[in-house]
């Protein structure tokens, strides 16, 4: 499974942004998805997960009600709809995939994509 984010890039404190992730390979469908960031000089957190048939959502205290996790498994995209956003959400995002169940848990998931970064000015 090859994993690729985008859609990142420099917004005001209060704006929004849409990031995509691109799935390819076998099965890839079949995978819970998760999203993380990673600021300098901070551990990898746990944003938002959806189920393979994106039946389920989980989303940490941080970002609740704020980000919306969803998928297209018709285009083999995920996708992380972040508005509100402040400048401490300034980071490198990351898309990750897993099989059987989605989790928090950064180390519980296979395959990751290369990041993309996030700036909010404020």
């Known amino acids: 499974v090859q994993l690729q984010a985008s859609g990142g890039g420099l917004v005001q404190a209060g704006g929004s942004l849409r990031l995509s992730c691109a799935a390819s390979?076998?099965?890839?469908?079949?995978?819970?998805m998760g999203w993380f960031r990673q600021a300098p000089g901070k551990e990898r957190e746990f944003l938002s997960a959806i189920s393979w048939d994106g039946s389920s959502t989980y989303y940490s205290d941080s970002v609740k009600g704020r980000f919306t996790i969803s998928r297209d498994n018709a285009k083999n995209l995920a996708y992380l709809q972040m508005s509100s956003l402040k400048p401490e959400d300034t980071a490198v995002y990351y898309c990750a995939a897993k099989r059987y169940y989605p989790t928090t848990v950064v180390g519980k998931y296979d395959y990751w994509g290369q990041g993309t970064l996030v700036t909010v000015s404020s």
């Open positions: 390979g076998r099965a890839v469908r079949a995978y819970d």
